[in-house]
């Protein structure tokens, strides 16, 4: 495929000549100040430090030789199977034109187009937004934005991080990027948010396990090794595992959160140990055993990574899983229990079970529930957190199941006119000025309050084939494809069906289309499944280890 020569809208929205960009922008030595200057962040903030060399994203793109080369913005492959679908042609369409461009390349996705409404920071690349997209990519051949995405990205990491004079940790990767095109001077700098902008002023923790599972999903779709081979990606997955495997007071293997660190980037009350991050951290994980070198540095990492992954699933599968009988089993609990042979090990108190969880859990089926920490579980469901497990193996195949089976049997609930619930329910009322901070955009039903999220579609149809339910995917797309294109490519649905567009809902949002394309792609042709799932590991069997006290 051949690269389309011609014009393209950048970051700033200006049209411009995508050969003239390159050309104009490569008169300029590398080694000059100016061309030094373009990586340089805003100084506010956030400061550079460089961890390697100023090396263009050309250079390093021609490292090794990928199985495939292809080009970028060429129509989409089987052209005549999307002149049939005019709506899948319409979404590649508005995809195309979401790409931003730094130094005459693609590097990601504007997070929305919609020039109806203030921009905010939806005119940025943000790295989970970016994830659909990059996956339609890949299943269409065209593997370069991807592979310009990682690159970059990972040069953001090596920035020095410092928010109010406090330093963060060297692996955090950023939440979001934006290419800011000066065309006095005709060249072009790049801003990154590693949380110091975001509302609340919340570090991403799922930005750096997104890029470890896109790094593996480019390696497996182009059969490239030579990316995550290079020292700089294993140094970047190495610090993005460093932050996670470090030692310290916590007694579980689960990450300690703050709200709005996720795709839920708002106060919701996810803090704590929550089940999106929790489900990242092992994939994120699992894709990293496949990715790092076995170097003396390596093996190390290797071996932490296998001993937390033990502990991880075990801990997930025990306390994080419910069903029928493990309800009944806690509305049962009893309390102020001491010792290793407590069997409420968190103290919880059940009088503290919502009366809704009751009605909602069927006879068969069950799911991760959204949330386990001392004297609290948070029994909403999450949609992310139970679909990523469900890919990575974190769900054993008869979790896995019993997810479906509890999609199936609150379908109204879960799924409704609109796809797909991101939690479930909604919160309201007293509960939700606390857990919220009367957040106007999170009343009850809106948003990340039990919102529709089209985007949501690609993991719900991921997890449906993996686990031979076809149908229930094949089902939610057929209602998606009834408005969504109709109403613009909306962010968010509000209502308990999902019947309205989102109160305050961007119109063409990047990942509602590409969610849409990766879902009609993965149903088409099941085998792109590979790049985005992991079988289970035979191998991983719960490894629980005496606690000193055992036998003192």
Not at 290 to 295: E, H, I, M, S
Not at 433 to 443: E, L, Q, S
Request: net charge negative.
């Amino acid at each position: 495929m051949s690269p389309v020569h011609g014009d393209h809208t950048g970051q700033n929205g200006n049209v411009r000549s995508l050969e003239t960009t390159v050309g104009t922008l490569f008169e300029i030595g590398e080694d000059s100040d100016v061309m030094r200057s373009i990586d340089r962040p805003r100084a506010v903030n956030v400061e550079r430090k460089r961890s390697f060399d100023e090396r263009s994203i050309s250079e390093l793109s021609n490292i090794g030789s990928p199985c495939r080369r292809s080009g970028f913005l060429g129509s989409p492959r089987l052209s005549s199977y999307y002149e049939s679908h005019p709506m899948v042609a319409n979404a590649w369409e508005t995809l195309r034109r979401s790409v931003v461009h730094f130094r005459g390349q693609p590097v990601g996705t504007l997070a929305a187009v919609d020039h109806s409404v203030e921009e905010l920071n939806y005119d940025q690349v943000f790295v989970r937004d970016f994830v659909p997209s990059a996956l339609a990519f890949l299943m269409n051949g065209e593997d370069e934005i991807v592979k310009n995405f990682l690159l970059k990205t990972l040069r953001l990491q090596s920035w020095e991080k410092i928010v109010d004079q406090f330093k963060l940790g060297e692996g955090v990767m950023p939440a979001s990027f934006k290419v800011l095109h000066d065309p006095v001077r005709n060249f072009e700098t790049i801003t990154a948010d590693f949380g110091e902008s975001a509302i609340g002023r919340v570090a991403p923790v799922d930005s750096g396990f997104w890029w470890i599972i896109l790094l593996r999903a480019y390696t497996k779709s182009t059969g490239d090794t030579s990316l995550s081979e290079m020292p700089e990606c294993q140094n970047g997955i190495r610090l993005i595992l460093s932050l996670c495997l470090s030692e310290g007071f916590d007694t579980f293997p689960t990450l300690l959160c703050a709200d709005g660190c996720c795709m839920i980037d708002r106060r919701m009350g996810v803090y704590g140990y929550p089940i999106e991050i929790q489900a990242l951290f092992f994939m994120a994980l699992r894709c990293a055993l496949l990715l790092l070198k076995q170097d003396n540095v390596g093996k190390e990492f290797v071996e932490r990574i296998t001993d937390r992954l033990h502990a991880l699933s075990y801990h997930m599968r025990s306390y994080f899983w419910l069903d029928l009988k493990q309800l009944n089993d806690i509305y049962r609990y009893k309390t102020e229990e001491y010792s290793h042979t407590a069997v409420n090990k968190f103290n919880v108190m059940p009088d503290s079970l919502p009366d809704w969880v009751f009605d909602f859990m069927p006879s068969r089926g069950g799911y991760f529930i959204g949330n386990v920490s001392p004297a609290r579980m948070d029994f909403r469901w999450f949609c992310l957190g139970n679909c990523v497990a469900i890919l990575s193996s974190l769900a054993t195949p008869e979790q896995a199941s019993a997810i479906m089976d509890l999609i199936e049997s609150r379908w109204e609930e879960l799924v409704g006119e609109m796809p797909l619930k991101i939690c479930y329910p909604a919160i309201e009322s007293h509960e939700w000025r606390i857990v919220t901070g009367c957040d106007p955009k999170n009343t009850r039903w809106s948003y990340h309050n039990g919102g529709s999220w089209p985007v949501l579609l690609w993991l719900l149809t991921a997890a449906c084939i993996k686990t031979g339910r076809p149908q229930i995917a094949r089902r939610a797309i057929e209602l998606a494809e009834s408005r969504l294109s109709k109403d613009s490519w909306p962010e968010y649905y509000d209502g308990k069906l999902g019947r309205y567009m989102g109160k305050q809902a961007r119109k063409f949002q990047t990942w509602s289309i590409a969610g849409y394309l990766v879902a009609k792609m993965m149903l088409e042709d099941p085998s792109h499944l590979g790049m985005i799932s992991l079988e289970e590991d035979k191998q991983m069997k719960p490894l629980v280890k005496r606690s000193a006290s055992w036998s003192s």
